[in-house]
């Protein structure tokens, strides 16, 4: 008996040490054969598979989308709707593609862009944009700059935006009206913040009215940290930035909102911030354009924005997505086609309605004000061309939970803020050193 | 004489086929998905894999920067405060409940009581997790409502780091009780009558009967419980995960959260299986010490 | 005297157990109750634990804005599917333990069991690797395929079946019944009731099951329903509360249903099988 599972561990190790090896063997033959079988096939046999995050619950609306793309091509696709958040997301089409399913396409965040391209997923498109050269070029004039960029990697083109989204204050204006606070300008600083935290915060039959939420999120976080001229890490993601002076000022800033002012809610998992604000629980939350959806549902139209208060500077932050030809795809062409077809004004007007802004300049000064609401919703767009881009390194999964570790820590477990921040950035450069 | 050890040869050979033909879909999803996975645990950790790119062989550096790890030092913590607080729990407060339930003379009373406590453990735990959460709420949930209303302060359920497990508790208790609670109730039923009946005659009170008949009669079913509440409390994750995520910081951080994160949310294979393997390690020794121990309190032959 | 002391205690003894009863019934009230309202009531003070309004839209809601009818599906399919192999697996492996002296018995049977250690979490990173290999990843079989061995159910089983009298076997066995007809026909029947509660504990694990779909499911189509729950959440715990909780209450209702039905075998056949010794 002995010997038999001796034996049986024996093939066991075998199998599973082969099993690695094998594994890494085909993606090198698949790797060299992209778009080669294309003459062989017809366009109306090509089906192309497209993951999609899904943040607004609608599978439907995107078919929808997609659909004049079938009718013109002939081609079919097949969309692949995950919802989650990005970081499960970009998880599950890692799986997938481990798993051995050919994905095509796949929309992917900025937060994704680096992993992508360090893991093999993702392929240059810029074989088709030479091909291509006018649509292409044509697109790219109307992507504001700053925007466009994080998808040039290494002097490759990797491809084309669809949207993007950045961080302002939304503000309650009934709220506001109530505690005879007027909206602040865009360059308001720190002071007059927690000055109007101050008026913002009431009692109310035993229930505490808070000013704000706390920023509780990585995008968000960073967004805070921009203006006041830093950020989690040095634009090349070679070290960590998160313990600067700079950084330790903003979050004591969010400790002492909380725990010393009493301006702000500790955050908690399932309370969500959008609909306090929309309840007059709170009156300010930070957030991109992602909770018009929300305001939608509730007819909540008393809203009015602002940028974050500006601590050093006024830097707006923005993180963008768009839509990427995988490494797997073996109908190249096709699949680049349609990349670019869903940047374009066909696929952006109708999916894109209300939760982002299009990437397309004149597509976001067109559908941005349709709603009627926020009154001043050019802030969502305005200053695109000098933002800048969220931290997104190769080991974006591992940094960005190790800075909402340590904001859990500072914000909810009052823990000392630099030393937090000390032992995070550590971290944080071990991370960044692997790649 | 030599035919009838033939006959018992054969039927022995017999035995061994037939035995092992009944075995054989049981042995061959076995080795699947218990030996060959057990054996991999024991080798993913020398790699450096993250499911697409090639698997890279790193030696040890899987259980270096596991030792070096501060997190994991807090995680393995965490899990043992949890198996400190909610395995006593569910062993002493499931064995009480049933003596309460079993000492009900009314059967439809009876019967009602025990269908209400074990029904939670079957409902689904990440769906009841999720209303638990806007119960506990600090600000809008109805629990510290009615604190509230009796004069008391907010309590922070969901971000203090020690209150958080509390609130654990609560809910594992409400949640789980219901199954040591059956186990324990099953081995009251096997407990004559007449033992307690001598008792009381004696003019022993509920209390004493408890301690002196009905736990020294049931220290068996205590040590499947103690055992399995063990094993399921190693593995704790839902709670962590709907509840706290795991927070706040990494207070409630199980290692079971954290071999889903390390390994299936940043894709770290290697490390991951290196956890689970110092998670697996663990279980392991608990499980053959209290084994061990048992002899020393565990009385199998009580007729 | 002493029997009024007696009721009196017997009095307390039931308002503790009463008081308890209904406190452990309360979340399920609040929830279907909150399920029935419209979101900016849920949280109004004080509390209402009965229904106050009755607004099922917040069901059909459920169904209109994501695939529910395809989690309800998906999870009954690997339940039964599971269930299903799992059984087979199950009374084959335990008959051979119980009735059939073969070699290497014994250290096989302590080998199954030594199974029971074994955290979920210590075979799911490999069990994953195995999947992706064969390329089920993504699909219900990676949730039904590792669930058909269960070694509680191996013991469960096999405890039961020792206490069947050898008797039965070797009367068939007179008549030239051979050992399949014997597991099939005789064994089989009279460990029905076993089989059952190993069934139904099987079963509410895989419906309840949430870190399986949660690493091999995307596809929101192929979601069972505790990780289609966690998106009613949404992103960043956007969804509405009242739809989240008609979600959630009609999780609840089939373990409900389950429960009413297999009340009895869950205790009969967890008493007869085991637990004694």
């Not at chain 1, 994080?150 to 990697?153: C, G, H, I, K, V």
């Given at each position: 008996m002995k010997k038999v599972l001796m034996l049986a561990i024996a093939a066991a190790m075998a199998v599973s040490l082969f099993g690695c090896r094998g594994d890494s063997d085909d993606d090198q033959t698949e790797k060299k054969t992209p778009g080669t079988e294309k003459e062989e096939q017809v366009k109306e046999d090509i089906q192309l598979k497209l993951t999609w995050l899904g943040l607004d619950m609608n599978k439907e609306k995107l078919d929808r989308s997609l659909k004049p793309f079938v009718d013109e091509t002939g081609m079919k696709v097949e969309a692949v709707y995950i919802p989650g958040n990005w970081e499960e997301y970009f998880t599950k089409i890692q799986t997938m593609i481990a798993g051995g399913e050919v994905v095509d396409n796949a929309y992917v965040a900025i937060e994704g862009f680096e992993m992508f391209r360090h893991m093999g997923l993702a392929q240059p498109v810029d074989k088709f944009a030479e091909k291509n050269k006018e649509q292409v070029e044509e697109l790219f004039s109307d992507v504001p700059k700053g925007v466009a960029a994080?998808?040039?990697?290494d002097g490759k083109l990797y491809g084309f935006p669809t949207s993007y989204n950045n961080v302002v204050i939304h503000f309650n204006t009934k709220l506001l009206k109530e505690a005879g606070v007027e909206l602040p300008q865009a360059d308001w600083g720190k002071e007059e913040f927690l000055e109007i935290c101050k008026k913002l915060t009431k009692e109310v039959d035993g229930v505490k009215q808070y000013a704000l939420s706390i920023p509780n999120g990585n995008f968000m976080i960073e967004a805070w940290l921009r203006n006041n001229g830093t950020g989690f890490m040095t634009p090349d993601f070679a070290k960590s930035t998160i313990n600067s002076e700079e950084s330790i000022e903003i979050f004591q800033l969010f400790q002492d909102l909380v725990h010393k002012y009493g301006y702000a809610p500790i955050p908690e998992p399932n309370v969500d911030p959008i609909q306090q604000l929309i309840d007059g629980k709170t009156a300010m939350g930070s957030w991109g354009r992602w909770p018009m959806d929300e305001y939608e549902n509730n007819e909540f139209k008393d809203v009015a924005l602002q940028y974050i208060p500006s601590f050093k500077e006024n830097r707006v932050q923005f993180g963008v997505d768009g839509i990427f030809v995988t490494?797997?795809?073996?109908h190249y062409d096709e699949a680049c086609e349609m990349a670019l077809w869903m940047a374009s004004d066909k696929f952006v007007r109708e999916y894109f309605t209300i939760g982002n802004i299009p990437a397309r300049t004149s597509l976001a000064e067109e559908l941005v004000p349709i709603p009627g609401y926020p009154a001043n919703n050019e802030i969502f767009y305005k200053g695109a061309d000098t933002a800048v881009a969220v931290s997104s390194p190769v080991g974006f999964a591992k940094t960005a939970s190790i800075t909402m570790e340590a904001f859990s820590k500072i914000v909810v477990g009052k823990e000392d803020v630099k030393k937090t921040l000390d032992n995070a950035a550590e971290k944080m450069d071990a991370v960044l050193a692997k790649y | 004489m030599t035919k009838k050890i033939s006959v018992f040869k054969k039927k022995q050979r017999w035995d061994n086929i037939s035995g092992y033909l009944f075995l054989s879909p049981a042995l061959i999803a076995f080795v699947i998905f218990i030996a060959i996975p057990i054996i991999m645990t024991l080798v993913l950790p020398l790699f450096n894999y993250n499911l697409i790119l090639p698997a890279e062989f790193v030696g040890l550096d899987n259980f270096k920067d596991f030792f070096a790890d501060e997190d994991m030092a807090i995680v393995f913590g965490n899990t043992s405060k949890f198996l400190l607080i909610l395995t006593p729990m569910h062993c002493i407060l499931g064995l009480i409940l049933a003596y309460m339930v079993q000492r009900v003379k009314h059967t439809a009373l009876r019967n009602i009581f025990r269908g209400v406590i074990y029904f939670p453990s079957i409902v689904t735990t990440a769906s009841v997790a999720i209303a638990f959460t806007y119960m506990f709420s600090t600000d809008s949930g109805f629990i510290n409502y009615y604190l509230r209303q009796l004069g008391l302060n907010n309590v922070p359920w969901l971000t203090d780091s020690n209150m958080v497990y509390v609130t654990i508790a609560i809910f594992s208790f409400w949640k789980f009780i219901g199954t040591t609670f059956l186990y324990y109730f099953i081995g009251l039923n096997n407990i004559p009558e007449s033992y307690y009946e001598s008792a009381r005659i004696d003019g022993a009170g509920p209390v004493q009967i408890f301690t002196r008949i009905t736990v020294p009669l049931v220290t068996p079913v205590i040590f499947f419980v103690v055992i399995i509440t063990t094993i399921g409390v190693f593995q704790i994750f839902n709670e962590p995960y709907f509840i706290t995520n795991g927070g706040p910081g990494v207070s409630t951080t199980t290692v079971a959260l954290k071999i889903y994160r390390v390994a299936f949310q940043q894709n770290n294979i290697g490390y991951g299986a290196t956890v689970a393997l110092g998670l697996f390690i663990l279980i392991m020794m608990v499980t053959v010490i209290q084994y061990l121990m048992q002899n020393k309190w565990v009385v199998y032959d009580y007729e | 005297m002493n029997k009024s002391k007696k009721i009196f205690s017997g009095m307390w003894h039931n308002a503790l157990l009463i008081l308890l009863a209904v406190m452990m019934l309360l979340p399920f009230t609040w929830i279907f109750s909150t399920s029935l309202r419209l979101p900016k009531d849920s949280f109004k003070f004080p509390p209402n634990f009965l229904p106050t309004s009755f607004h099922f839209e917040n069901y059909t809601t459920v169904f209109q804005t994501f695939p529910f009818l395809n989690f309800i599906f998906n999870s009954l399919f690997v339940g039964i599917v599971a269930g299903i192999f799992n059984i087979i697996v199950t009374t084959m492996a335990a008959f051979a333990f119980a009735r059939i002296r073969f070699k290497g018995r014994g250290p096989l049977f302590v080998i199954f069991l030594a199974g029971l250690m074994i955290p979920m979490q210590a075979t799911i990173i490999p069990t994953f690797i195995i999947m992706s290999k064969v390329k089920?990843?993504?699909?219900l079989w990676a949730l039904i395929i590792p669930a058909m061995i269960t070694p509680l159910s191996i013991f469960l089983v096999r405890q039961f079946m020792m206490t069947i009298p050898k008797s039965y076997e070797e009367a068939a066995y007179m008549d030239g019944a051979n050992r399949f007809l014997i597991y099939l026909k005789i064994i089989l029947p009279m460990s029905k009731s076993v089989i059952i509660m190993t069934s139904l504990i099987n079963f509410l694990f895989n419906w309840n099951n949430f870190m399986g779909p949660l690493i091999y499911l995307s596809d929101w189509e192929k979601m069972t329903i505790p990780i289609g729950l966690r998106m009613l959440q949404g992103y960043q715990g956007t969804g509405s509360i009242s739809v989240i909780f008609a979600g959630v209450f009609m999780s609840i209702v089939p373990a409900l249903l389950l429960y009413l039905f297999g009340q009895k075998y869950l205790v009969k056949g967890a008493a007869i099988s085991g637990l004694k010794s």
């Open positions: 994080p998808f040039t990697m490494s797997k795809t073996k | - | 089920l990843v993504g699909t």
